[in-house]
């Protein structure tokens, strides 16, 4: 069965800091890694998709990484603002079953 | 404007009670998720469908039924065998094209025993 770890659970930051979010999956066989935002109570919404065959994907501030060798992913987000504060969650898409299979997040707090 | 709509926002149910969550989506999107989140946790799938009429369990679909009768609707029936039901549960679409395609997640339904 597939595993996805985010590690740490949790992560306070002062405004303008650069940071990196991590993402460690089991099953190499993946098809595609997603990185998810979810606000307070609220669903989730896709960041960025990096498919099997992809490196790294960027939109805006944010940048992903996917190193499938050593089974692991990167969310990078440059000068990190208080608005970016919310848990970010990673979740793969292995080559089978094609479902997804998500980590419990990493819930990040920019200080102003 | 297109998404996804869960509703009620919060739900409570009763000892012995069936209850049901709506989702209904204007994205034209072929297939649909509901996932269930306990604090601190990730996100596990109880139930999918790719097509109208049909459906599949996902990893936790015990105490859980559904229904695809029509494409923009996939309401779940959270029923008194599910004996530990209070939890976020999270609707999910996305247009077919194998697995690439990315899930748009409704707002969802928080549901707690009174």
């Known amino acids: 069965k597939q595993e996805v770890t985010q590690i740490p659970a949790a992560l306070s930051v002062p405004e303008g800091e650069n940071l990196v979010l991590n993402c460690s999956f089991t099953?190499?066989?993946?098809?595609?890694l997603q990185w998810f935002r979810q606000d307070p109570g609220k669903g989730l919404t896709s960041l960025l998709l990096?498919?099997?065959?992809?490196r790294e994907q960027t939109s805006g501030r944010l940048n992903a990484s996917l190193d499938k060798s050593s089974g692991r992913s990167t969310l990078y987000i440059a000068a990190s603002q208080p608005g970016d504060s919310a848990t970010y969650l990673c979740a793969m898409v292995d080559g089978s079953a094609r479902q997804l299979t998500f980590g419990s997040g990493t819930q990040l707090t920019v200080l102003p | 404007d297109g998404g996804i709509t869960q509703s009620p926002k919060y739900l409570f149910r009763k000892e012995g009670q069936n209850v049901t969550l709506s989702c209904e989506q204007n994205?034209?999107?072929?297939?649909m998720y509901w996932y269930r989140q306990d604090p601190g946790q990730g996100l596990r799938l109880i139930y999918y469908s790719q097509i109208v009429n049909d459906f599949q369990k996902g990893d936790i679909a015990e105490g859980y039924s559904v229904s695809r009768e029509k494409k923009e609707s996939f309401p779940l029936t959270v029923t008194s065998a599910q004996k530990n039901p209070t939890a976020f549960y999270l609707c999910a679409s996305r247009l077919k094209g194998g697995g690439n395609q990315p899930q748009h997640f409704g707002d969802g339904t928080r549901l707690s025993i009174l």
């Open positions: 990096i498919q099997s065959s992809q």
């Open positions: 994205l034209n999107h072929d297939a």
């Open positions: 099953d190499s066989a993946i098809y595609n």
